[in-house]
């Protein structure tokens, strides 16, 4: 009897290490959220700044630090690991539907009052000659370019990467000033977009918001485009739509912090005030508060239209304040899913982007030349954090074989040189059982064929797992593609990065 309980506990062990993969339905993938079906027009959201930090600082900091759940994959995705349109996300890369209202039209009437989104402090809100509300954001005195073109060009290149931007011109004022007009609201204002929850009164907002990718995603965003923070009040909700026939859409507003402006604002206001301190605590310790402060040298950009952009990016490191609690749950693949789309802006989109900044030639092609390494950054990075490869088709072949195309994007983008690439595959079934052992494959170009036999096309169900190497060395999470097989013939079912 004692002999068998070791082989007992063994079989055990080996029956819990068994991994079952996920079997996905036989569905088309959800290309349309359809959240955006008619419902009553929300209640305004009231902001409470002080509620706000103590939820982030205090709330967000426990939960952090004693819940033992593992982080779950973000909710907003397909079968194809996409997150297809919805209220949150478009897919207008080429600025198509960027701007329907245009630039402001005289004569403007002036109003007064109420909070603005941009968080500018001289901002002026005004409707046009059709009733088309605007917020009015100027240049800070001898920056003339710096916030206003910052703002269009931001714009346009959040807008490209999949967020709802209002629209941003720069135009003249009455009195000739230039000026950056933001087409906000657009509809109802409803306040900041809830961060750690939905919006209760809202019944098509059912996915809780820090699971949502395109929210963990923003920190990748912010390091291509060196927007320093992401405060409350940029995120926020309209309702659209006459009351009971619209939805709620959730927007990105006032990205004039971006391109490195915001590290410029705030090096320009440390060396300003006069209660400077040396930034080192235990220097301050050590001299009893007694260091001398640091000295107030003002910041200094090759452009009075530039930031503090600099020239590259460690997006592992890159800082966003405040506390944004997404980003406590991004994975690997919204970090991929992100560096991909940074990766397929097109150079057109880039252009239009720049253009509409207005700015002095070599300005602009300072700000190209910067927004072009840092893509490099950002997109090497992502694409080293799992297989970055994406399925072109799956062909029967003569004999009954098929063939899996996969397109390497490390190498179609142009980001890593074209050179042989090492793949570590292998096939399970339904039950994880082994269909193909594991096998390597060499490329030599972007697209490598991956190949399937007659034998394992009798299963009805196939996962094929693939990790991509690089210098040798096996990137850290796989592809896995899920085939549905019927009558000898495969269709992808599934994608997971």
Request: proline share 9%; aromatic share 8%.
């Amino acid at each position: 009897m004692n002999l068998r309980i070791p082989s007992l506990l063994g079989l055990l062990a080996l029956a819990a290490c068994a991994t079952m993969p996920t079997v996905y339905a036989d569905r088309p993938p959800v290309l349309e959220a359809g959240d955006d079906r008619p419902i009553p027009q929300p209640e305004v959201r009231v902001f409470i700044s002080e509620l706000y930090d103590a939820d982030i600082y205090v709330r967000r900091e426990l939960v952090k630090t004693m819940d033992p759940r593992r982080v779950p994959d973000a909710a907003d995705v397909n079968v194809l690991d996409e997150v297809p349109v919805s209220s949150w996300f478009h897919d207008d890369q080429a600025l198509t539907t960027y701007a329907p209202q245009g630039p402001p039209v005289a004569p403007w009437t002036l109003h007064l009052g109420g909070e603005s989104p941009s968080g500018r402090d001289d901002a002026v809100t005004i409707e046009d000659a059709r009733g088309v509300p605007y917020e009015l954001i100027y240049d800070a005195q001898g920056r003339l370019g710096q916030t206003t073109g910052t703002m269009a060009i931001a714009s346009r290149l959040v807008h490209a990467l999949g967020y709802r931007t209002p629209e941003v011109h720069v135009v003249r004022d009455g009195e000739g000033r230039r000026v950056a007009a933001m087409q906000w609201p657009i509809g109802v204002d409803l306040g900041p977009t809830p961060i750690a929850s939905t919006r209760e009164d809202d019944p098509n907002d059912r996915i809780v918001h820090v699971n949502r990718r395109s929210l963990r995603a923003i920190r990748v965003m912010a390091a291509w485009l060196q927007i320093g923070q992401i405060k409350p009040r940029m995120l926020r909700d309209a309702y659209v739509g006459e009351d009971g026939k619209g939805h709620v859409q959730h927007f990105i507003v006032g990205l004039g912090g971006a391109l490195g402006v915001d590290h410029f604002e705030a090096a320009e206001r440390f060396a300003r005030n006069p209660d400077r301190e040396e930034s080192n605590f235990f220097f301050r310790v050590f001299t009893l508060g007694l260091s001398p402060k640091p000295p107030g040298i003002l910041p200094s950009a090759p452009h009075a239209s530039s930031g503090l952009f600099a020239e590259h990016v460690d997006p592992q490191s890159y800082p966003v304040g405040p506390p944004f609690e997404p980003h406590d749950r991004v994975q690997p693949p919204d970090r991929y899913w992100m560096a991909k789309r940074v990766a397929a802006v097109p150079d057109q989109t880039l252009k239009r982007a720049l253009d509409a900044g207005e700015l002095p030639k070599e300005a602009t092609r300072w700000l190209r030349e910067r927004l072009d390494r840092r893509r490099a950054d950002v997109v090497a990075w992502g694409f080293d954090l799992t297989t970055p490869c994406e399925v072109v088709t799956v062909w029967k072949r003569p004999g009954g074989r098929a063939q899996v195309l996969l397109r390497d994007l490390a190498i179609v983008s142009g980001f890593l040189p074209p050179v042989e690439r090492t793949y570590r595959w292998r096939v399970v079934d339904r039950d994880g059982a082994t269909v193909v052992p594991e096998t390597t494959t060499f490329a030599l170009s972007a697209i490598t064929p991956l190949w399937l036999s007659a034998e394992a096309l009798k299963h009805d169900y196939l996962v094929m797992e693939i990790r991509a190497q690089r210098q040798h060395i096996d990137l850290p999470r796989p592809l896995e593609v899920h085939l549905r097989v019927n009558e000898g013939v495969a269709e992808v079912a599934a994608v997971r990065h």
